[in-house]
């Protein structure tokens, strides 16, 4: 029990408690209107052409927090709640998806590493299970640790996107202030939306190397 505990239901109660976490603030904050009064895309709108990102388009993209930034065609999208509200969650989570774009303008090291990875993760993410398991199956031991080798791929994807989502979220406070689109008194506020969400990723990433863990200990038990 003390393993299952350790590799699954341990990262899986952070995991539920990081989802429910953002997803509460940024409720909670979505119902706080911003003094200066845009919607979040007109947020959005001011930081890219602050920062000569005039040519980057601004689209509404359907659901709740799937908001993200496009790197193949230079684009971002912000939720319904995000696009047309004018509220703190609505600033917060507009100016972090232009610290991407951001990013992708200056070249961000990181940024850049995690786009090259991209298709290799996509690929990897789709087949590991298939060789992990079909090995196991069939006593192919070799098999099972080539899916683990695909796997560690996903693994090292989650951790690179950490300092992206962390330094989205430190352009994105500071465009804000520097703009004056936040005043002191609503800081609180966008702080606490940006490090909610980041919540998500760490949990993330402690998920996906519990995960590479458990089968790693279950192939040398065999």
């Keep these: 029990m003390t393993p299952l505990i350790l590799f699954f239901v341990l990262p899986m109660a952070l995991g539920l408690w990081a989802q429910h976490r953002v997803k509460s603030t940024f409720a909670r904050n979505l119902q706080v209107p911003a003094s200066h009064g845009l919607t ?45 509200g004018r509220s703190i969650s609505s600033t917060a989570v507009g100016a972090h998806e232009i610290g991407h774009a951001i990013q992708h303008a200056q070249a961000y090291t990181f940024f850049k590493v995690r786009s090259a990875m991209f298709p290799a993760v996509a690929f990897a993410s789709q087949i590991w299970v298939l060789f992990v398991f079909g090995g196991l199956l069939l006593g192919a031991f070799g098999l099972a640790y080539i899916g683990i080798a695909l796997y560690s791929v996903a693994v090292l994807f989650q951790f690179v996107t950490l300092p992206v989502e962390f330094d989205a979220s430190r352009r994105a406070k500071r465009q804000l202030y520097d703009l004056g689109l936040v005043p002191a008194t609503e800081a609180g506020g966008v702080q606490s939306v940006l490090k909610a969400a980041a919540w998500t990723y760490v949990a993330g990433a402690l998920a996906a190397v519990a995960t590479l863990l458990y089968f790693l200990s279950m192939l040398q038990n065999r």
């Excluded at 890219?48 to 005039?54: F, S």
Aim: glycine fraction near 6%; avoid cysteine.
């Design 40 to 84: 979040g895309a007109e947020v959005a709108r001011r930081v890219l052409d602050a920062n000569g990102l005039n040519e980057v388009p601004i689209e509404e993209t359907p659901g709740s927090l799937s908001d993200h930034y496009d790197p193949r065609n230079r684009s971002v999208h912000l939720s319904t709640d995000v696009y047309h």
